[in-house]
């Protein structure tokens, strides 16, 4: 009976043996992992790739602007034109009388002050101080969200869906005054394909990335809310600190009230 335990013993230790013989084969043999960076290094990456550390005053962008599906009108198509001038000017132009609708409107912010011109209509309205507001915040892309964010982390892997496969992609998260923010960061080239914004249920599609001396710059941009595309950018140019006077930021103010 000892002799029979002893080759039972015996026979069970081969088997582990081989086991763990043929785990450490099959782990040799696998291609090895390229390191992925944390969630705040990611962004760090990307934020340089896109030359967001290099300094500017002024940015102009000109190009096409679409609002698909609105209510009552449908989609509309713009000529459009943003105007930047730090730290705290914008000039949003949207003509949609080029296309298919005799819509005008201009968006002003300078300073404290927002305002708008919608066809023939001069006025002030909470809505677009906010927009303008959060323009200005976030107009340095990643950077801004490396800044204001007070907690970073990783997420495992990117699943696929009806907009990108999640090949390819590192996803770092962020918290930005109670909102999640999910940037998808292309782990070939480092640059953000898709920043998601849970509390706004809406995700940037970033594309066609072009280069603008230092800077990389994405050239077409899809907007989506509710899971439905929303708006579509389509920059024709963008130029960084070309001279804007500071009339054009005045133009139209209506008076103080």
């Not at 892309?141 to 496969?165: I, K, M, Q, R």
């Not at 990389?216 to 595309?229: N, Q, R, S």
Request: a negative charge; proline letters at 5%; charged letters at 30%.
């Amino acid at each position: 009976m000892e002799d029979d335990s002893m080759k039972r013993t015996f026979d069970r230790s081969i088997i582990f043996l081989a086991l763990a013989v043929a785990l450490l084969a099959a782990l040799a043999q696998a291609p090895a992992r390229a390191e992925e960076p944390g969630a705040k290094a990611l962004l760090e990456r990307a934020s340089k790739t896109l030359g967001e550390d290099k300094a500017w005053t002024t940015r102009l962008e000109r190009g096409i602007h679409i609002a698909w599906d609105t209510p009552g009108w449908g989609t509309l198509k713009a000529d459009y034109l943003r105007a930047v001038k730090k730290p705290d000017k914008v000039k949003i132009d949207q003509d949609n009388s080029a296309y298919d609708h005799p819509f005008y409107r201009t968006y002003y912010c300078n300073g404290s002050d927002a305002w708008y011109v919608v066809n023939l209509n001069i006025g002030r309205s909470p809505n677009v101080a906010a927009n303008m507001k959060s323009l200005l915040e976030r107009i340095d892309g990643v950077a801004f969200y490396l800044s204001a964010c007070d907690t970073f982390f990783s997420v495992p892997a990117v699943p696929d869906d009806s907009l990108l496969a999640g090949e390819g992609l590192l996803r770092a998260g962020c918290v930005l005054a109670g909102d999640t923010v999910l940037w998808d960061v292309d782990a070939k080239t480092g640059v953000p394909a898709r920043r998601i914004e849970r509390k706004t249920n809406r995700v940037f599609i970033l594309d066609d990335y072009r280069r603008i001396g230092e800077r990389l710059v994405p050239f077409h941009v899809t907007v989506y809310a509710g899971g439905a595309k929303a708006e579509e950018f389509l920059w024709e140019s963008v130029t960084f600190d070309e001279t804007i006077e500071d009339a054009v930021f005045e133009e139209n103010r209506p008076p103080a009230q």
